[in-house]
């Protein structure tokens, strides 16, 4: 028995090892701080680019809101992921059913799956071993109006999306 223990441990710690974590999440920081309404969403998956292509690092169903100008954390994965160590200039999310909510009123803007891409000001770099917060800035000052409580004309949804650690 001792022999089986002394053989398995090895192979434990190796499957531990050369990993970093983030926990993924959202907010609406503004110069300001106060809300005007949330945005809300359900978030399905989140990626990170490796070799040309995106590859999953999280995947569910997780109803996120997000108040308008406000800097709170929110989190999306509710917890940390693994991730290969490396350096991360942004991250693509898919989306649906997103709306703007004040009070009782909720009003749809994208009633199907959507994709769109938070982008770094410079690398995020993770190492083996860390554990961070990835930060989606969602910018809804850039693309939404609310006095129209419409997405602009000329604007996508999410258009000019930042990633940023949280500290």
């Known amino acids: 028995m ?9 192979l434990l710690i190796i499957s531990c090892t050369g990993q970093g974590a983030i926990e993924f999440g959202a907010n609406d920081a503004a110069l300001f701080d106060g809300t005007l309404g949330d945005i809300a969403m359900t978030v399905t998956r ?18 996120v809101v997000v108040a308008l100008g406000v800097a709170d954390f929110v989190s999306i994965t509710d917890r940390y992921v693994e991730v290969t160590p490396g350096s991360f200039q942004n991250v693509r999310l898919t989306v649906e059913s ?8 909720s009003i749809p803007l994208i009633n199907a ?12 770099v993770v190492e083996e071993n860390d554990d961070l917060q990835f930060v989606i800035g969602i910018m809804s000052t850039t693309w939404f109006d609310t006095d129209s409580l419409k997405i ?12 940023r650690i949280n500290y």
Request: net charge negative.
């Open 46 to 63: 989140i990626e990170v680019p490796e070799g040309g292509d995106y590859l999953t690092v999280w995947e569910g169903s997780e109803e």
């Open 113 to 124: 799956s959507y994709q769109f891409v938070a982008t770094a000001f410079s690398s995020l």
């Open 98 to 105: 997103v709306r703007y909510i004040q009070d009782s009123v």
């Open 152 to 163: 602009r004309s000329g604007y996508e949804a999410f258009q000019g999306a930042t990633l």
């Open 2 to 10: 001792k022999k089986f223990i002394f053989l398995i441990s090895p």
